[in-house]
């Protein structure tokens, strides 16, 4: 009979080296039924996207079974243990991935981890609003039951040849799934919505840096562009420039979508100025910021794996100097979280005045949401409180950012995820702003600029992808109001990057045109010739959109970037000019001030 010394077989451990491997299955599954259904349907090729999934993902199946199985055979204990240990991590890292997939539409890139993953308590705002809504509660039950799984792997301790050689079984049946059914991959443009995790997180392009000489050769190129300088009669009244979370063409009925979520803004459009094709440069609130106020395309630094604030740290160029240099007060006002990515701290050094945020007196006792901000509707009251009381003989720039609308989408006034309402609402809040600028005689002197700070972080629609392609990616709706001459609808292409030399230029100081850089603000709007995106599927990728409806697609890669599509009219130029920027990126002795020569 069994001693104190004799070791009783687990009773539980077989159950759990089952568990984890059904429970990646189902995860799978869920997974190529989201890819399927979002990316299908924009596509018009449902069913084309379950087994391309699957396959990708079955060979992190075979390594997780592989492991479990080596580990219920293996007499060594430390080494089972950290086979177990490393199939609970790949499995929490895969749901990770999906769970990220589920509620911002992005994928879990590494890299992003680490630049994200030290903001815990904003990180965690974001978590919190999709647990806490009515839906939330699905979405806890399938996270403890994952995590729950991984730490009870670590416990599984005892062996069990029989189960080992089942498991190996699966292992080697899910590497033949995934060889028959990768050897027919998916002809698709963003087929890296069927890679799994680690795939994604394969080395990078963009981590290539250029060789002196080429870089040298680019340079010279750049210099020869041509630019068009000069100075207008100058504007002296006060500027708004008021990015919105998430607002996206697909929202407007006016910009050629069948939905209505933004009709309260389409009617201000009417009443004054908006154009039809303006986009985002990025893909990100952050990558806004740098292309809005810092005046620079986000382009990816050549050899970093992370893109941030402090790569944008010069304030030649940005609003706060436009600001400055023309006699204005500059300020900024959120109602999220600065310290979230050294957001406030980059402010500061680029010469704000003013830095409104979560933390400022107004906001006390209400209700917070993402990024521990009160609603939009709150944003707005602190604004014209400040608004009342300044001096108001002295012009300003402002900067407005909301937040009510960031995933995952929730209606602050029912509390619940509900996307078309939680739009409405923001829409709703925009409309009640402008009146009330308007009621106090803003709008006879000032310019109110209302634009999106990047596309939702959602798949494509058939709509958007069939009527616009690529250039669905970054469309987001631009209004311009108030005491401006300009017309009243504009159709050619813009993007973020021209709105500080426009404000540049509307308030007299000396801005230049270039074929990278436009100015609307104006009777006779000049466009730039190439607009920039970065694509968020495809951190590899740049997109540059050229005449009316042209999309090529730029690879990073050292000295060997390039268009691996179509490339557009002067393509040699329009490469130097990426290569220059993602170069001076990479050198903090380098930045806008250098970049400013160029526009």
Request: glycine share 6%; net charge negative; charged share 20%.
């Given at each position: 009979m069994?001693?104190?010394?004799?070791?009783?077989?687990?009773?539980f451990?077989?159950?759990?080296?089952?568990?984890?491997?059904?429970?990646?299955?189902?995860?799978?599954?869920?997974?190529?039924?989201?890819?399927?259904?979002?990316?299908?349907?924009?596509?018009?090729?449902?069913?084309?996207?379950?087994?391309?999934?699957?396959?990708?993902d079955?060979?992190l199946?075979?390594?997780?079974?592989?492991?479990?199985?080596?580990?219920?055979?293996?007499?060594?204990?430390?080494l089972?243990?950290?086979?177990r240990?490393g199939?609970?991590?790949?499995l929490?890292?895969?749901?990770?991935?999906?769970?990220?997939?589920?509620l911002?539409?992005?994928?879990?890139?590494?890299?992003d981890?680490?630049?994200?993953?030290k903001h815990?308590?904003?990180?965690?705002?974001?978590?919190?609003?999709?647990?806490?809504s009515?839906q939330?509660?699905?979405?806890?039950?399938v996270?403890?039951?994952?995590?729950?799984?991984?730490?009870?792997?670590?416990?599984?301790?005892?062996?069990?040849?029989?189960?080992?050689?089942?498991?190996?079984?699966?292992?080697?049946?899910?590497l033949v799934f995934?060889?028959?059914v990768?050897?027919?991959?998916?002809?698709?443009?963003?087929?890296?919505?069927?890679?799994n995790?680690?795939?994604?997180n394969?080395?990078?392009g963009?981590?290539?840096?250029?060789?002196p000489?080429?870089?040298?050769?680019?340079?010279?190129?750049?210099?020869?562009?041509?630019k068009?300088?000069g100075?207008?009669?100058?504007?002296?009244g006060?500027?708004?420039?008021?990015?919105?979370?998430?607002?996206?063409?697909?929202?407007?009925k006016?910009l050629?979508s069948?939905?209505?979520?933004t009709?309260?803004?389409?009617a201000?459009?009417?009443?004054n100025?908006?154009f039809?094709?303006?986009?985002?440069?990025?893909?990100?609130?952050?990558?806004a910021?740098?292309?809005?106020?810092?005046?620079?395309p986000?382009?990816?630094?050549?050899?970093?794996?992370?893109i941030?604030?402090?790569?944008?740290?010069?304030?030649?160029g940005?609003?706060?100097?436009?600001?400055?240099?023309?006699g204005?007060?500059?300020?900024?006002?959120?109602?999220?979280?600065?310290?979230?990515l050294?957001l406030?701290?980059?402010?500061?050094?680029?010469?704000?005045?003013v830095?409104?945020?979560?933390?400022?007196?107004?906001?006390?006792?209400?209700?917070?949401?993402?990024?521990s901000a009160a609603?939009?509707?709150?944003?707005?009251?602190?604004?014209?409180?400040?608004?009342?009381q300044?001096?108001?003989?002295?012009?300003f720039?402002?900067?407005?950012?909301?937040?009510?609308?960031?995933?995952?989408?929730?209606?602050?006034?029912?509390n619940?995820i509900?996307?078309?309402?939680?739009?409405?609402?923001?829409?709703?809040?925009?409309?009640?702003?402008?009146?009330?600028?308007?009621?106090?005689?803003?709008?006879?002197?000032?310019?109110?600029?209302?634009?999106?700070?990047?596309?939702?972080?959602?798949?494509?629609?058939?709509?958007e992808?069939s009527?616009w392609?690529d250039?669905?990616?970054s469309r987001v709706?631009f209004?311009?109001?108030g005491?401006?001459?300009?017309?009243k609808?504009?159709?050619?292409?813009f993007?973020?990057t021209?709105i500080?030399?426009?404000?540049?230029?509307?308030?007299?100081?000396?801005?230049?045109?270039?074929?990278?850089?436009?100015?609307f603000?104006?009777?006779?709007?000049?466009?730039?010739?190439?607009?920039?995106?970065?694509r968020?599927?495809?951190?590899?990728?740049?997109?540059?959109?050229?005449?009316?409806?042209?999309?090529a697609?730029?690879?990073y890669?050292?000295d060997?970037?390039?268009?691996?599509?179509?490339?557009?009219p002067?393509?040699?130029?329009?490469?130097?000019?990426?290569?220059?920027?993602?170069?001076?990126?990479?050198?903090?002795?380098?930045?806008?001030?250098?970049?400013?020569?160029?526009?």
């Open positions: 069994p001693t104190r010394f004799t070791r009783r077989p687990s009773r451990a077989p159950i759990v080296l089952v568990l984890a491997p059904l429970v990646f299955v189902a995860l799978s599954l869920f997974r190529a039924w989201r890819v399927d259904t979002e990316v299908g349907t924009y596509t018009s090729c449902r069913g084309c996207f379950w087994l391309p999934t699957l396959g990708h079955a060979w199946l075979a390594v997780i079974l592989g492991a479990l199985a080596i580990s219920a055979l293996v007499r060594w204990r430390w089972a243990f950290v086979l240990l199939a609970g991590v790949l929490l890292v895969y749901a990770s991935d999906l769970a990220l997939d589920a911002l539409s992005t994928r879990l890139h590494f890299g981890v680490l630049r994200f993953g815990v308590d904003a990180d965690y705002s974001v978590v919190r609003a999709a647990l806490l009515a939330g509660w699905w979405r806890s039950a996270l403890a039951i994952v995590v729950a799984i991984a730490i009870a792997l670590l416990f599984a301790r005892s062996r069990h040849p029989k189960l080992s050689r089942y498991l190996a079984a699966g292992a080697v049946a899910s995934c060889v028959v990768l050897s027919r991959p998916v002809r698709y443009v963003n087929q890296i919505y069927t890679w995790v680690v795939e994604t394969l080395p990078q963009r981590m290539k840096t250029f060789s000489a080429f870089i040298a050769e680019q340079r010279r190129r750049v210099d020869a562009i041509p068009q300088c100075t207008s009669p100058a504007f002296d006060s500027v708004i420039v008021l990015l919105v979370e998430s607002l996206s063409a697909w929202h407007s006016l050629g069948s939905r209505d979520w009709p309260e803004l389409d201000i459009a009417r009443d100025h908006y039809t094709n303006f986009h985002a440069n990025g893909f990100t609130t952050s990558t910021e740098i292309s809005v106020i810092g005046a620079q986000p382009l990816a630094p050549a050899g970093k794996l992370l941030g604030f402090d790569d944008y740290a010069d304030p030649a940005t609003l706060p100097d436009v600001a400055h240099r023309s204005r007060e500059a300020a900024f006002f959120t109602t999220g979280d600065t310290g979230f050294d406030g701290a980059w402010l500061h050094q680029i010469g704000y005045d830095i409104g945020n979560s933390k400022d007196a107004f906001y006390d006792g209400m209700k917070r949401w993402q990024f609603e939009d509707k709150a944003l707005y009251g602190r604004f014209l409180d400040w608004l009342d300044r001096d108001a003989s002295k012009p720039l402002a900067t407005m950012l909301t937040v009510s609308t960031h995933p995952p989408y929730v209606d602050p006034r029912s619940t509900d996307p078309e309402n939680a739009f409405k609402y923001v829409d709703g809040e925009i409309a009640r702003f402008y009146r009330e600028l308007k009621q106090r005689g803003f709008l006879d002197h000032g310019v109110l600029i209302v634009l999106g700070d990047h596309r939702t972080m959602t798949p494509l629609h058939e709509e992808f009527n392609g250039r669905a990616f709706p209004v311009v109001a005491a401006v001459d300009m017309p609808v504009i159709d050619a292409a993007q973020q021209d500080a030399p426009s404000i540049a230029d509307f308030v007299g100081l000396e801005s230049c045109t270039s074929a990278f850089v436009g100015h603000l104006r009777a006779d709007p000049k466009a730039p010739d190439y607009v920039l995106h970065v968020g599927d495809d951190r590899d990728r740049l997109d540059v959109y050229y005449g009316s409806d042209g999309v697609a730029f690879r890669n050292g060997a970037s390039g268009f691996s599509t179509a490339p557009p002067n393509a040699d130029e329009v490469s130097a000019w990426i290569d220059v920027h993602r170069d001076r990126r990479s050198d903090p002795k380098l930045g806008a001030s250098a970049d400013a020569e160029q526009h």
